[in-house]
């Protein structure tokens, strides 16, 4: 199949970017090995293993021009879509106003529309795809007149992702800090476990009085650390060898991609029941989804009886590129052929039908 993928307006195309730039690049590759004709279409260079059309769009670093000049990016991109069987985009609602073309359309929501771009998405002509079900619940409230094409999880490299069965004794808490991340939380865990913490990652915008007065006094160097800035490789390597990952966000996200990945090196997290918890985490199998600190103190006290094994083979059944990139065909099928529904990936159908009401 010939397919066309739109990247994000401005953003990276690489394997190790984060985001819906790296997704590009991770399914790109997948979906060539497959035998499609993959195109890719941005406005950054990009080195990938697949053709590219790469516009480069001047001045896109000025606020007062982004918005005209991303629109201007979707529309050449569909002014180029003629040859190809699918339109696979991951870039913003400007593809909402798509004209001139009768190539199928399909786009990946990374996140959760505004309130700016809701009527731009229910005027949408092609079919949109989630990342999680807790988040497609969300965007049929938001978004009753566009078409939802099912939901695919953001694809990982797992085979790429260092595994570590071997842990230490400290949890790992993974920034923005602020009272937002649930960094009080985490805070007061370790204290009542008294399971070293380590705290990883920048202060969030406007939360300097709160770590100043919450975060500060409790960093001793033994129970509580904290590194504002580290690397790639050292992140990594203290994510690996960390006895729980701890996502304890009050607000409810789309997807967690740090879970993914801290799963696919063998370490449990421990996640607050927000979003796609459940979808990520089989309570007590790979993790614990938590409603409060006394859920959290005693999944804590449990960690004991997660197996890093199961983690992994947790990430590699689910959120593998090449399980993605499968989903991802079965929908340019379905799109492209629309009396052809594809049967829906029996992993997907498992967790969404165990999704409790209020996710």
């Given at each position: 199949?010939?397919?066309?993928?739109?990247a994000?307006c401005?953003?990276?195309?690489d394997r190790?970017?984060?985001g819906?730039?790296?997704q590009?690049?991770?399914?790109?590759?997948a979906?060539?090995a497959?035998?499609?004709?993959?195109?890719?279409?941005?406005?950054?260079?990009?080195?990938?293993?697949v053709?590219?059309?790469?516009?480069?769009?001047?001045?896109?670093?000025?606020?007062?021009?982004?918005?005209?000049?991303?629109?201007?990016y979707?529309v050449?991109?569909?002014?180029?879509?003629?040859?190809?069987?699918?339109?696979?985009?991951?870039?913003g609602?400007?593809?909402?106003l798509a004209?001139?073309?009768?190539?199928p359309?399909?786009?990946?929501l990374?996140?959760?529309?505004?309130?700016?771009?809701?009527p731009?998405?229910?005027?949408?002509?092609?079919?949109?795809v989630g990342?999680?079900?807790?988040?497609?619940?969300?965007?049929?409230?938001?978004?009753?007149?566009?078409?939802?094409?099912?939901?695919?999880?953001?694809?990982?490299?797992?085979?790429?992702?260092?595994?570590?069965p071997?842990k230490?004794?400290?949890?790992l808490l993974?920034?923005?800090?602020?009272?937002?991340?649930?960094?009080?939380l985490?805070l007061?865990?370790a204290?009542?476990?008294?399971?070293p913490?380590l705290i990883?990652g920048?202060?969030?915008?406007?939360?300097?009085?709160?770590?100043a007065?919450?975060?500060?006094?409790?960093?001793?160097?033994?129970?509580v650390?904290?590194?504002p800035a580290?690397?790639?490789?050292?992140r990594?390597?203290?994510?690996a060898?960390?006895?729980a990952l701890?996502?304890?966000?009050?607000r409810?996200?789309p997807?967690?991609p740090?879970?993914?990945e801290?799963?696919?090196m063998?370490?449990?997290?421990?996640l607050?029941?927000?979003?796609?918890?459940?979808e990520l985490?089989?309570?007590?199998?790979?993790?614990?989804?938590?409603?409060?600190?006394?859920g959290l103190?005693?999944?804590?006290d449990?960690?004991?009886?997660?197996?890093?094994?199961?983690?992994?083979?947790?990430?590699?059944?689910?959120?593998?590129?090449?399980?993605?990139?499968?989903a991802?065909?079965r929908l340019?099928?379905?799109?492209?052929?629309p009396?052809?529904?594809?049967?829906?990936h029996?992993?997907?159908?498992?967790v969404?039908a165990?999704?409790?009401?209020?996710?």
């Open positions: 199949m010939r397919v066309l993928m739109v994000p401005c953003l990276s195309v190790d970017a984060a819906p730039g790296g590009v690049a991770l399914l790109a590759e979906l060539a497959r035998g499609h004709e993959v195109t890719v279409y941005t406005s950054e260079p990009a080195r990938l293993p053709r590219t059309r790469t516009v480069r769009l001047s001045g896109a670093s000025d606020p007062l021009d982004r918005e005209r000049l991303t629109r201007l979707a050449r991109a569909l002014l180029m879509a003629d040859g190809y069987d699918v339109v696979h985009s991951f870039a609602p400007e593809l909402a004209a001139g073309t009768d190539v359309l399909l786009t990946t990374w996140g959760m529309p505004v309130p700016a771009e809701q731009l998405w229910n005027r949408f002509r092609g079919r949109y990342v999680s079900w807790a988040q497609l619940r969300r965007l049929q409230g938001l978004l009753p007149e566009a078409v939802p094409a099912g939901v695919v999880y953001p694809a990982l490299d797992v085979e790429a992702v260092p595994y570590e071997e230490e004794d400290y949890l993974a920034g923005p800090i602020g009272p937002d991340a649930g960094t009080d985490a007061a865990g204290r009542k476990t008294e399971m913490l990883l920048p202060v969030a915008p406007g939360a300097s009085a709160f770590f007065q919450e975060v500060a006094p409790r960093i001793d160097g033994q129970l650390r904290y590194l580290v690397g790639r490789a050292e990594r390597r203290l994510l060898r960390a006895r701890l996502l304890l966000g009050r409810a996200r997807w967690l740090l879970a993914a801290a799963l696919a063998g370490t449990p997290v421990i607050l029941n927000r979003g796609p918890a459940r985490v089989v309570h007590a199998e790979t993790g614990f989804v938590v409603d409060d600190f006394i103190v005693s999944a804590i449990r960690l004991d009886t997660i197996d890093p094994l199961a983690c992994r083979r947790r990430a590699q059944r689910c959120w593998d590129v090449s399980q993605a990139a499968l991802y065909e340019y099928e379905a799109v492209h052929e009396t052809a529904a594809p049967a829906p029996p992993e997907l159908a498992a969404g165990g999704l409790p009401s209020h996710v």
